[in-house]
């Protein structure tokens, strides 16, 4: 009686394993650098000293520091990507109601936002201070809005031409609230450091999704009817 044979799981080649891990090494460094010394002090020396590497691997894994730059943007580290805020199970997520989906994002997106500290002093130093780096990272944020409004777009998004353009408000109000935290507790009565806070900011944001995305009143709706 012959027995299947079990499936043989071939180990990763050790240099395979080591070169990955170096590649994580480093890009954690581009974010402790820039949370320790400030855009000024980013640079392939720096970074190899931080991660505790020759700087000659950062030039052969990554070609050098717009390419190492691009890839931490690309990396999630600073920036949540579309198939984060989409969550665990995104084909759920984009079959639900238009103005359920904008709401998620919404709150999805502050969360993530919320968790990355190191993002908030990066926008925050990009407005006194416009260098490779921060073009760099500009250019990423560009590119996840237009994907983000190819995924979540449709027919009814298509149908309000507004929705893009108050999205945009929504988004950049988010960054300014969560900058301003760093240094100023309290905006508009709302504690900007607390989840209490930010519920009621998230709350609002569904409420607005809700309005943006209710079904077109009639024609005749709301009229006062003249008298016959």
């Known amino acids: 009686m012959s027995t299947a044979r079990p499936a043989v799981t071939r180990p990763v080649p050790r240099a395979t394993r080591d070169r990955a891990a170096t590649q994580e090494r480093i890009l954690a460094a581009v974010g402790d650098v ?26 052969r894994y990554f070609g050098g520091l717009p390419e190492l ?13 579309v198939d ?29 936002l919320r968790q990355r500290p190191l993002t908030l002093e990066v926008l925050a130093g990009e407005v006194i201070e416009r260098n ?52 100023i507790r309290v905006f508009g009565g709302l504690d900007l450091r607390s989840d209490a806070g930010w519920s009621e900011i998230k709350a609002a944001t569904r409420t607005l999704a809700e309005r943006l995305f209710a079904p077109a009143e009639r024609e005749d709706s709301g009229r006062r009817r003249s008298p016959g």
């Not at 820039?34 to 931080?50: E, Y």
């Not at 989409?86 to 502050?110: K, S």
């Open 34 to 59: 820039l949370a320790r010394d400030g855009f000024g002090a980013v640079g392939i020396n720096a970074i190899a000293k931080q991660a505790g590497v020759d700087k000659v691997l950062i030039y």
């Open 69 to 81: 730059l691009r890839a931490w943007g690309e990396s999630g580290r600073f920036w949540p990507s």
């Open 84 to 112: 984060e805020l989409l969550g665990a199970d995104p084909q759920a997520f984009l079959a639900l109601p238009a103005a359920e989906r904008c709401a998620r994002f919404f709150e999805h997106f502050i969360d993530g």
């Open 132 to 183: 490779e780096l921060t073009a760099i990272l500009e250019t990423e944020r560009e590119q996840w809005g237009e994907q983000a409004a190819r995924t979540l777009g449709g027919p009814e998004w298509a149908a309000r031409p507004h929705v893009a353009t108050l999205t945009l408000l929504v988004v950049a109000g988010v960054q300014y609230l969560l900058i301003r935290s760093r240094k």
